[in-house]
């Protein structure tokens, strides 16, 4: 191995620390000096479902003890069940408690909490005051619907969305005034500071003042968070001059998604980068208030002692971390000792690197023709997705997971695994194209030794209902080989139209020459496989090369005069030359597709000629007679038997040789339906030939082909898998979608790193194709964009394919159509009305989102994804309608003349009024790429 490539792998590796360190900076904040005055305390612990259950009272007195350590106080929540046990276990730890009664829509339950409170208050002699209901009229804040409802009882517009329902706030008083009356501590109720200004008739009824200040939920940012405490507080403050105000919940969350400020917040508040929930920001918060507090000898409760994970089922991820311990009693650095997210993070570091150097090694050894600059990139890629991967594991080893979300999880994993592997698939194609140093490619035949014999050839021409024109033009082109010794063989099979191959029959007898031969099949099977097999027992029998080439296309003369001396080397068992078209000038559809066809064979045939691994096409190409015989014809039971063919050749241990130089050119299909049919084709296809083939296509288990061979194969067709995989991931996230819209609270986004890596790496696979069109292809910017938009827009078709292809093995034969009638705008929406379909939902699935939930940041990025994910969708409609429309459709005449076609396809410039518009793909702009 190199020493270069230690060098790489090794800089990079400590790139890679270095990035660990920068994301963990330390930072150093003043800690908490004293003890707390109070922490909110619930007793329930949660099993792996998280579903709350009651603990032992040894559990609660363990608790306490660890509370005492911290402060002097608790604030409870119920008073019933095993909750209203705490009060006379808190007093044995010498803890005061504040007494809390648990207020809802259940009235019998209300009786109970009220009934249980009244008790402890009279019979246990640390409770100091009680809380009667928590938040109970925030929780009862009126919809729109509802205020609309209320308003018309009244005859006038006094209530809004998001005011208190008023019978809420009457049945609350009543509460109040019963409790007080019947206990001599002081009563009050919590709620969120705006709704004591709201309602200042509370204040009448309770003997001090309880508000919640939670920056976290109205979007501050942690900067900003104590000074907008503060504020509110002394706001309450002012209002009630004469109460004592305790601020019941304060705090900040560890961990958890990261929301925007709220709209009505003012406006120093907004643009600041919202309230991100991290270890971190927590132990700022809590530092700074505590100080503050201290200087103003403030009444406080901090929320809360110990994370409750089961309440992610009640208020979402965020709600599970708002613990000064963990659920496992363990404490968080929040009020002293260094502030840092990741508190493991030098042992994920090292993971990165333990994982990424040896992997980086074996991509950096498999590539040794590859620059610097190229192996450099290389490292990048392998250590990116090392890093990526113990990322999102240290991520989740901070969580809860519930059963859910290790159900979620591992559907999600092996997905992203793949999504991992496909994005270093597309790196390392990117650099072999880019940055590849000497090339290994035979560009020009051997040297031809003095007793080497031409061979004969025999060309192929399989045809199935076909324009007589089109197939006599192809024809007359034929006739012009510039080659000394070869023969012509048509064969139209189950054309059941005589009108259609009667005519080329005729032709080639007016020929008059015995080398150009016409057979009719009129029930044959095996589709286009069964008629080349048929020619093979019609092929002269000293014929030692046989062509083939698709039944529209127009060759060049010296198409065989070129390429037939590679087959001197004995090794050589395959030649293509690539497909080109002709049409691609005539209207923007063809010119969009013909540059979406041009990369593949520009880029991905030049790479996989690299390793010997190019994918044979039915069209231009060259086999040896005695390799295509040996290794049992063509294969019938395959809807891409040249794919196929060329797979068994390589097998069978030949050679192929690529050259990018076009010797002929065809049609492209007319409509989008056909250009969708001719894709869905290949990639249904391509899944036959992987479950014919697994054997010899897997790492360990196939022989006859080279590691570099397996490895090109199916890393062609991973993006195509992909492209399946996404139609699950489209289901799954619009369930998703409603998941998070119908159950909030327990249903919340993934993972922000999930949705910033896949689109960090859609925009990468988007990047890479516009970067490698402008430096490889030649066309300018704006068919670049054009390529891109024609190759989105089969994705859905791809998709389709690759999941019928698994489990199912009869599609038939599509022959892509030719000359089609232009379509009517209707019909170009009808033939994309399942994109379009999908292409709405998606973007309704992120409206939606925005609109109910866009306050968290992840819910923003979730719907990014939403309409990531519909762009290829939105391009299949577009593409329909281009084609449609005739957008930018040619003035000229749809078909030049023959004898313009032939110069074109010798590579000279057609003369004169029958002249072919060159546009995309003319010769000379070909021959000058």
């Known amino acids: ?234 706001a309450v403050q002012k209002r009630f001059p004469e109460k004592r105000i305790l601020i019941g919940e304060v705090g900040w969350p560890s961990e958890g998604l990261t929301r925007n400020p709220l709209p009505d917040e003012a406006a120093e508040y907004q643009g600041t980068g919202g309230a991100e929930a991290s270890p971190v920001n927590q132990g700022l918060f809590l530092r700074r208030f505590l100080l503050e507090a201290k200087k103003e000898n403030i009444d406080y409760n901090i929320i809360e002692a110990f994370d409750q994970p089961w309440k992610i089922k009640t208020e979402g991820g965020v709600g599970a971390y708002w613990g000064l311990w963990d659920a496992d009693r363990q404490p968080k650095p929040a009020l002293e000792g260094t502030l840092i997210n990741f508190a493991h993070w030098r042992v994920f570091a090292i993971a990165s690197v333990v994982i990424g150097l040896p992997f980086v090694l074996f991509l950096l050894r498999s590539e040794l023709g590859m620059s610097r600059r190229g192996r450099f990139f290389i490292a990048l890629l392998g250590y990116g997705g090392a890093l990526t991967a113990v990322l999102i594991f240290a991520q989740y080893s901070q969580l809860y997971p519930s059963l859910y979300d290790f159900i979620a999880l591992a559907a999600v994993a092996p997905a992203f695994l793949l999504l991992l592997a496909i994005f270093l698939i597309e790196g390392l194609e990117m650099a072999v194209n880019l940055w590849l140093g000497q090339t290994r490619r035979r560009l020009t035949p051997p040297p031809l030794h003095a007793s080497w014999r031409v061979p004969k050839v025999s060309v192929h021409v399989p045809c199935y209902n076909e324009p007589p024109d089109m197939m006599i033009e192809t024809i007359q082109a034929l006739e012009k080989l510039d080659y000394p010794d070869f023969e012509v063989l048509i064969i139209d099979n189950n054309t059941r139209d005589d009108a259609v191959w009667q005519p080329v029959e005729a032709y080639i007898k007016s020929l008059g020459r015995p080398n150009f031969r016409f057979f009719h099949l009129p029930k044959w099977p095996g589709f286009k496989a069964g008629a080349l097999n048929f020619a093979l027992t019609e092929t002269h029998p000293l014929a030692e090369i046989i062509a083939t080439i698709d039944s529209d296309y127009i060759v060049r003369s010296r198409w065989l005069s070129d390429l037939v001396p590679h087959f001197a080397d004995p090794a050589v068992a395959l030649v293509q030359a690539p497909q080109d078209y002709r049409d691609g000038h005539e209207d923007l559809f063809k010119r969009l597709c013909f540059w979406e066809y041009a990369g593949f064979f520009h880029l991905g045939m030049k790479s996989r000629d690299e390793k010997n691994a190019i994918i044979q096409h039915g069209t231009m190409a060259l086999i040896r007679k005695q390799a295509l015989t040996d290794v049992g014809g063509w294969g019938e039971w395959c809807i891409t038997e040249d794919a196929e063919l060329g797979l068994r050749l390589f097998e069978n241990g030949h050679r192929a040789v690529y050259t990018e130089k076009s010797y002929g050119r065809g049609l492209m299909p007319d409509s989008f339906d056909a250009y969708r049919k001719q894709r869905y084709r290949w990639a249904y296809g391509a899944m036959q030939i992987l479950k014919k083939h697994w054997r010899d296509l897997m790492p360990f288990s196939g022989k006859r082909l080279e590691p570099a061979q397996r490895y090109q194969f199916l890393a062609g067709w991973l993006p195509w898998i992909a492209d399946g995989l996404q139609l699950s991931f489209v289901a799954l996230a619009i369930a998703w979608t409603f998941g998070m819209i119908l159950y909030p609270q327990v249903i919340a986004p993934p993972l922000a790193l999930y949705l910033f890596v896949t689109i960090g790496m859609f925009l990468f696979k988007v990047g890479k194709s516009f970067w490698l069109y402008a430096e490889k292809v030649p066309c300018s910017f704006l068919d670049n964009l054009g390529a891109s938009l024609a190759g989105l827009a089969l994705s859905y078709a791809v998709g389709k394919a690759v999941w019928r292809g698994i489990f199912t093995s009869n599609l038939p034969f599509h022959r892509t159509p030719k000359m089609e009638n232009a379509p009517a705008a209707l019909r170009g929406i009808v033939a994309a009305w399942e994109e379009t379909l999908v292409f709405l939902l998606l973007v309704g699935c992120g409206a939606l989102t925005l609109h109910l939930r866009g306050i968290e940041q992840e819910a923003q990025l979730w719907a990014a994804l939403m309409f990531v994910q519909a762009l290829p969708f939105g391009a299949a409609l577009v593409l329909s309608m281009i084609n449609a429309l005739r957008l930018g459709q040619s003035r000229r005449p749809r078909q030049p003349s023959l004898q313009a076609a032939i110069a074109l396809a010798d590579g000279r410039t057609p003369k004169g009024p029958d002249g072919l518009d060159p546009g995309p793909g003319s010769a000379p702009e070909r021959e000058a790429a």
């Not at 408690?97 to 829509?105: F, L, R, S």
């Open 1 to 234: 191995m190199r020493f270069g490539n230690w060098l790489i792998g090794l800089a990079v590796a400590v790139m890679v620390a270095a990035a660990w360190f920068v994301m963990n900076r330390p930072v150093e904040e003043d800690p908490f000096q004293g003890d707390l005055k109070s922490l909110s305390y619930s007793a329930w612990r949660q099993n792996l479902s998280l579903d709350r259950i009651d603990p032992t009272e040894d559990e609660i007195r363990a608790d306490l003890a660890v509370i005492a350590s911290q402060t002097r106080a608790i604030r409870t929540y119920l008073s019933s069940g095993i909750n209203g046990r705490v009060p006379a276990l808190a007093a044995e730890q010498g803890l005061m408690v504040t007494a809390g009664a648990w207020i809802d829509a259940d009235k019998e339950m209300n009786e109970q909490e009220i009934a249980s409170v009244i008790d402890i208050a009279h019979n246990v002699g640390s409770v100091n005051q009680v809380i009667v209901g928590n938040e109970y009229l925030h929780r009862n804040r009126m919809s729109a619907e509802q205020a609309a409802a209320a308003n018309g009882k009244l005859g006038r517009s006094q209530y809004k969305e998001g005011d208190t329902d008023p019978e809420a706030v009457a049945a609350l008083i009543g509460d109040l005034r019963r409790v007080r009356a019947a206990t001599d501590v002081p009563v009050t109720t919590a709620e969120p500071f705006d709704l004591w200004i709201k309602h200042p008739e509370l204040a009448a009824e309770v003997d001090f003042i309880t508000i919640h200040l939670l920056p976290f939920w109205n979007g501050i940012n942690v900067e900003q968070s104590v000074k907008w405490t503060m504020d509110r507080y002394h």
